[in-house]
């Protein structure tokens, strides 16, 4: 009998993050969710059933995530799709703007490097999957002013994840980066205007907003063997935005 593959995803009780989960335990995971807001976290697992379990955390912190981590012996695929956004533009007040980059900075890419450096030990070898979670923002530095923390952090994880797929790939290991474009229903989206998103989907080539289940087959594909040998790599699911 074949055992079954654990999953680890942060900013799994919300949004992208919670898609992606709700996906993995439909492809066969078992799966953990972390996250800072234990509510959420208790409502997300109502949802979820059974295959699901929850570790409160903020993976900013080191000592958070190594106790999230602790009981885990074993991690086949771990999705960093927790992130946060605060506008940081260079019209802000110097104190305010630095207070903003460092939390940006923090939740983006700092609490993606914890995650991936407690993990890698507990990676299944070979076959170990990472895969971050991304923006479009990191290639085109935002759709208006007050980008520059997010813009910058999402860059980075760029650099993490080829980083990360170097030192990982002689040991069977993948790493790979998701860049969305426009997903409707989440956390970073949910408020904007009408008038922003009609003008963000006449842009984009398919004629249609993301969805997270966009995102979370992407991730599927990426864990699976038919991805075995891609590694290193951003793939864009943003409709054709860019090009639009």
Same mark, same amino acid.
């Given at each position: 009998?074949t055992e $079954?593959?654990?999953a +680890?995803?942060?900013?799994g009780?919300?949004?992208i993050?919670?898609g ?11 799966v953990t969710?972390i996250?800072r807001?234990? $509510?959420?976290?208790?409502?997300a697992?109502? &949802?979820?059933?059974? !295959? ?10 080191? &000592?958070?995530?190594?106790c999230? /981590? ?5 991690v086949? /695929?771990?999705?960093?799709?927790? %992130?946060?956004?605060? *506008? +940081?533009?260079l019209?802000?007040? *110097?104190? $305010?703007?630095?207070l903003?980059w460092?939390a940006?900075?923090?939740t983006n /890419?700092?609490g !993606?490097?914890l995650?991936?450096?407690?993990v890698?030990?507990?990676l ?11 923006? =479009?923002?990191a $290639?085109t530095g %935002?759709s208006?002013?007050?980008g520059l ?5 999402k ?6 994840t ?5 030192e ?8 790979n980066? =998701?860049?969305?474009?426009? =997903?409707a229903?989440? %956390? ?15 842009? &984009?080539p398919?004629g249609? *907003? ?9 991730? /599927?594909?990426?864990? !699976?063997?038919a991805?075995s040998?891609?590694t290193? &790599? =951003? ?5 054709g935005?860019?090009?639009?």
């Amino acid at each position: 009998m074949t055992e $079954q593959k654990h999953a +680890v995803v942060t900013g799994g009780a919300s949004g992208i993050g919670l898609g992606i989960a709700r996906a993995c335990i439909k492809a066969g995971y078992s799966v953990t969710i972390i996250g800072r807001n234990d $509510q959420r976290l208790r409502e997300a697992m109502a &949802t979820l059933g059974p !295959s699901a379990t929850y570790k409160q955390a903020d993976i900013g912190r080191r &000592t958070d995530v190594e106790c999230a /981590l602790l009981n885990i012996e074993r991690v086949d /695929l771990l999705v960093n799709a927790a %992130g946060s956004m605060r *506008p +940081v533009s260079l019209g802000a007040a *110097p104190d $305010q703007a630095e207070l903003d980059w460092d939390a940006v900075i923090e939740t983006n /890419l700092k609490g !993606s490097f914890l995650m991936a450096h407690c993990v890698a030990p507990k990676l299944s070898r070979p076959g170990g999957r990472i895969v971050n979670i991304s923006s =479009i923002g990191a $290639q085109t530095g %935002g759709s208006r002013a007050g980008g520059l923390a997010y813009a910058a952090a999402k860059a980075g994880l760029h650099g993490l994840t080829f980083a990360l797929a170097r030192e990982l790939a002689p040991q069977g290991c993948t790493v790979n980066a =998701i860049a969305p474009g426009y =997903i409707a229903g989440t %956390g970073f989206t949910g408020a904007w205007p009408e008038e922003r998103v009609a003008a963000i989907v006449a842009e &984009t080539p398919v004629g249609r *907003p993301g969805t997270p289940d966009d995102v979370a087959a992407a991730v /599927l594909w990426l864990a !699976s063997e038919a991805a075995s040998f891609v590694t290193g &790599t =951003i793939v864009a699911v943003n409709g054709g935005w860019r090009i639009g």
